[in-house]
């Protein structure tokens, strides 16, 4: 299960930018093509961004089952306990296992990278295909790490990988939401504010490509000028803060409870 997880993403991927791509600017004419404020995104530089957005929602699916899974298999068997038994320091089994979960992000951000440079290469460009790369793709490592991080608390704290998943899910999807739009957006009008919940901070680190900030820093086309828009490379700091502060907690968790 663990195997098709984990592989599932370099095949969902190439098919969903493809699929992406196909359905918002395959039937453009040439003419079209030039003034379709969408097709813009599908060319270098902002072709990082647009494929970037789209594999955070593949990642955001992937990464938190790899997590809970490869932190909370063992615990059934009581191998993570027979490896400390054998010598091996619980810091550094945590250690191991977080070093793990990093390179799984790894790998799926220098695929990213691959595909949207693939992609790329077959319209024409506005630019080299390297310019502004950076932030979209360390925003989606950071982005991929966060979710980690938290899913990673949440294994070690119930050691149940599903309800691990059930409250990462429940709190990014529905509490989150309810706690920003109810109190933060209507209640005091201040979403800048809770724009600094994980969760938010986890999608201004790689936003949809299509949304903008106006005149007043909130984000355009919805409606709602008590939504603000927070800045990718601020949300990438904060985002950083929080994988601290969830692994600091999850190692100390580790390091207190029986194994």
């Not at 969902?12 to 969408?38: E, H, R």
């Not at 594999?55 to 298999?73: G, K, M, N, R, V």
């Not at 991080?149 to 294994?155: E, G």
């Amino acid at each position: 299960m663990f195997r098709w997880a984990f592989l599932s993403f370099f095949v969902l991927f190439p098919l969903l930018i493809y699929t992406v791509k196909a359905t918002q600017v395959g039937s453009l004419n040439q003419q079209q093509m030039v003034n379709s404020i969408v097709a813009v995104h599908f060319k270098f530089p902002k072709m990082w961004s647009t494929c970037a957005y789209w594999a955070s929602w593949l990642i955001f699916l992937i990464i938190p089952f790899i997590t809970a899974w490869f932190i909370c298999h063992e615990f059934p068997l009581r191998t993570a306990r027979q490896n400390i038994i054998n010598g091996l320091k619980p810091k550094q089994y945590f250690t191991g296992k977080v070093t793990y979960i990093v390179l799984f992000c790894l790998v799926y951000v220098v695929f990213t990278a691959i595909i949207t440079l693939i992609f790329g290469s077959f319209e024409p460009s506005f630019s080299g295909p390297f310019n502004k790369w950076f932030v979209p793709i360390f925003g989606l490592f950071t982005q991929s790490v966060l979710y980690a991080s938290m899913v990673l608390f949440l294994s070690i704290a119930t050691k149940r990988s599903g309800l691990s998943l059930i409250l990462f899910f429940s709190y990014t999807l529905i509490v989150e939401r309810i706690l920003y739009y109810m109190f933060f957006v209507t209640t005091i009008g201040r979403s800048d504010i809770g724009n600094f919940l994980p969760a938010s901070i986890g999608w201004f680190c790689q936003p949809f490509y299509l949304i903008q900030s106006n005149a007043l820093g909130a984000m355009e086309d919805i409606g709602n000028n008590n939504v603000y828009f927070m800045e990718q490379t601020h949300a990438i700091i904060v985002a950083w803060c929080y994988i601290i502060v969830f692994s600091f907690l999850s190692l100390k968790r580790f390091l207190r409870r029986d194994h």
